[in-house]
């Protein structure tokens, strides 16, 4: 990936066209006529089938897996699939407020604002008004409430600004950004306590359900994206109570798989994410790691897990 940060996205996309023809190229015989190449080919061709019967044998021997998907957690055991929710309404709520303060970072990156861009903010602030009301119906608790109505309150005075000046001023948005940094990892470190009470819950129920031989057997799968994998807060959780240095033997994070696209669309996300990890926490590598990392890693110390 990094030799595509000297590279401009034209040469990107002329480099996987070029890869692309080539292969074409190689498949093509004289005449047009189709030929295969007895190491390129036919050789590696059987190998791949091979190396995938060796996968599902693989698969078919493995004990009971643990997956998680998404907001849900899924154990499958004895031909039986158990799914739980890990991640309640109350964290959905905090990460969504998290959000705004985000959102209006991307949107305000560049000083100017078009038409277009005008009428997308406009949009958006009517979206916040909708939200805000909505508030006192959520599951908040009263300090949690507070702390919505300032992240809200701050983010409309940064948009009400930049609409009435017709720019977007980097003076204020470095302002807003570093107000904002120890509210957003307040609402963190709540959300990661629902999720971590929510899995502490749900494979201490699993756990009474599996011999000591299945327990010792199983698997964690984890699907999920790139930016969070380093001390992703699932991760953190079952490293602890499997007894497990790192992730890869008996966890396996699933990274999304890999083509063209994807990779220009990493890109795109490690440029994006650097930036806003150097605007609100000073520190642009600091959402290359999971955002939950450092609260996952306090409640764990606080609510120590047996292996």
């Known amino acids: 990936m990094k ?11 002329a480099a996987i066209l070029v890869g692309v023809n080539a292969s074409s190229l190689r498949a093509q015989g004289q005449g047009g006529e189709s030929a295969k190449d007895p190491l390129l080919d036919t050789l590696n061709g059987e190998f791949r089938a091979e190396y995938q019967q060796a996968l599902a044998a693989a698969l078919a021997r493995t004990g009971p897996l643990i997956l998680e998907e998404g907001d849900d957690l899924i154990l499958v055991h004895g031909g039986e699939r158990s799914s739980v929710c890990v991640k309640p309404v109350e964290y959905h709520e905090l990460k969504a407020v998290a959000h705004i303060p985000l ?51 701050a983010s409309f ?29 307040a609402n963190v470190t709540d959300a990661t306590t629902f999720e971590m009470r929510e899995l502490y819950a749900t494979v201490g129920a699993w756990k009474k359900q599996l011999s000591p031989a299945e327990w010792q057997a199983l698997h964690v799968v984890m699907i999920g994206p790139h930016m ?25 994070y699933a990274e999304a798989l890999w083509n063209e696209k994807d990779a220009l669309g990493l890109l795109a996300t490690h440029e994006v ?11 642009p590598m600091r959402m290359h790691r999971d955002l939950l990392a450092d609260a996952a890693k306090a409640y764990l110390d606080a609510h120590p897990l047996a292996p």
Do not use: W
């Open 103 to 153: 959102a209006l970072f991307v949107m305000l990156s560049e000083a100017t604002l078009s038409a277009d861009r005008r009428q997308r903010l406009e949009h958006y602030r009517e979206l916040m008004t909708s939200a805000q009301a909505s508030l006192p119906a959520r599951h908040f608790t009263a300090d949690q409430l507070e702390r919505q109505k300032k992240i809200f309150a």
């Open 228 to 252: 969070p994998r380093e001390q992703e807060c699932s991760i953190q959780f079952f490293e602890r109570l499997l007894g497990e240095p790192e992730e890869g033997k008996r966890i396996i």
């Open 273 to 283: 994410d650097e930036a806003a990890g150097a605007a609100f926490f000073g520190n």
């Open 3 to 13: 030799k595509f940060k000297t590279l401009s996205l034209p040469l990107i996309l």
């Open 157 to 185: 005075a940064l948009l009400d600004g930049v609409l009435a000046r017709g720019e977007a001023s980097p003076a204020a948005l470095e302002n807003f950004t570093r107000q904002m940094a120890p509210l957003l990892l």
